[in-house]
């Protein structure tokens, strides 16, 4: 990916701007189809930058796991609000994962200002792929952001650095995505049978417009379900991945490769180490050992730093060259399970029941009220989609954060990350 420095046109070598890094040069002026893929090739490498902060941060607030390292007390101080600490708006735990977002939003734009100027032999299929992929990928990145912002609101159209657009609420930033998503899809339904482009192995089996498609609705309906449409939320899970006969944790992911010039997992870390991610006790607590999800821990010896003490290691990843999902089969059969409560229980015990098999469970026998339903709903969630930065999430648009456990005296859960300095 960071070997794409040169192309031949015409027996002559031009040099193409760094994919990775937007700000270097100007491909945006009557681009070749190798600029143009070299930008798809710097967006899925952008959407890897930084990731590691954004789930870290997420997950620690919301009492997945902490991180401890006697190399910066803030992951224990700050981030878990302990005493009277506050967060700090030039924190990198909120600037980087937010900024680097936004590095990839930016790219994207690079290559759909690169497609309107270009005389590039493109077929208008060719082009509406080119679209479809860097409109989805804008959008999944839009919503990381807006995550970590919540009421704060953030921009969404910054096309234009020099005259960047408002910031907009929670409510109307879903509602943008989500019709970015639905632009999107338009633009892949109109794209062929094939990308004039290539996709990293973390795409495989999404490396066409049509199951390219896929991705995007699950997205969407992940969207919908934040916004508190079921019904829409439904709709767009009838047009993704889903499929409860296949692995739950099948699905589009960022790659990652253990070899020089890559990026390595950063959320992989050596189990037993002094630093590391520690699973938080109530996670530990709530899992059967009966159920295929405990893996995602392992017992290690009791390590304490700064209050705080835990017994397990987080496994979630097992390798740095392990990908990291952008979205699962199995979140997709939740929120199918989630968008059903309500409506139609029968179907949202379905559901339930589709996880906890696959996970070598008993199926539900709890009650089939709504509330009954939400709460084993809320459990479900919890095991599936550990340290993939859910939980607080999740809390937060259940109103249910007072029931983070809080740690020491004095402790806070966020509500969220103060908006970056970088933008007053």
Not at 9 to 36: F, K, R, W, Y
Not at 172 to 191: K, P, Q
Not at 240 to 260: H, K, Q, T
Request: aromatic residues 10%.
């Amino acid at each position: 990916m960071f070997a794409i420095g040169l192309f031949v046109v015409s027996c002559e070598i031009e040099p193409i701007a760094n994919p990775n890094d937007p700000a270097q040069g100007d491909v945006t002026q009557d681009a070749s189809i190798p600029e143009l893929n070299a930008l798809v090739t710097g967006i899925e490498d952008l959407a890897r930058s930084e990731v590691g902060f954004y789930y870290d941060v997420v997950s620690i607030v919301g009492r997945d796991y902490w991180f401890f390292t006697g190399s910066d007390p803030r992951y224990t101080g700050e981030v878990l609000g302990k005493g009277e600490s506050q967060l700090d708006n030039a924190g990198f735990y909120g600037t980087r994962p937010y900024g680097g977002r936004y590095r990839t939003v930016k790219a994207a734009n690079l290559l759909i200002e690169a497609l309107a100027s270009t005389t590039a032999p493109l077929s208008a299929e060719e082009v509406n792929g080119y679209l479809g992929f860097a409109k989805t990928m804008q959008a999944y990145e839009l919503h990381l952001a807006l995550n970590l912002q919540y009421e704060n609101g953030i921009r969404v159209d910054v096309a234009d650095p020099e005259n960047l657009g408002p910031f907009v609420s929670y409510t109307d930033a879903l509602a943008y995505i989500e019709n970015l998503l639905d632009e999107a899809n338009t633009d892949l339904g109109n794209a062929g049978s094939s990308f004039r482009f290539e996709l990293s192995s973390g795409l495989a089996g999404f490396d066409t417009p049509a199951s390219f498609s896929t991705f995007n609705r699950g997205l969407a309906a992940r969207i919908a379900l934040y916004a508190g449409d079921m019904s829409g939320a439904l709709n767009h899970l009838s047009n993704s991945f889903i499929d409860d006969s296949n692995p739950l944790s099948g699905g589009p992911a960022r790659y990652y490769a253990n070899a020089a010039g890559d990026f390595a997992n950063e959320l992989y870390r050596v189990p037993g180490n002094s630093d590391g991610i520690i699973a938080h006790p109530s996670w530990a607590s709530l899992v059967d050992p009966a159920d295929a999800r405990a893996a995602k821990i392992q017992s290690r010896e009791s390590i304490s730093l700064d209050g705080l003490t835990g017994d397990n290691d987080v496994l979630v990843f097992t390798s740095l060259d392990d990908n990291v999902p952008y979205i699962t089969n199995e979140e997709l059969i939740l929120i199918q399970a989630e968008a059903n409560v309500g409506s139609d229980n029968g179907a949202a015990v379905a559901a339930i029941d589709a996880i906890r098999t696959a996970n070598g469970l008993a199926a539900y026998a709890g009650g089939t009220s709504d509330a009954e339903l939400m709460d084993e709903i809320l459990v479900q969630r919890q095991l599936s989609l550990y340290g993939l930065g859910h939980r607080w999430v999740d809390m937060r648009r259940w109103n249910r954060l007072s029931e983070i456990p809080i740690d020491r005296p004095g402790d806070d859960v966020w509500v969220q990350f103060p908006r970056p300095v970088s933008e007053n």
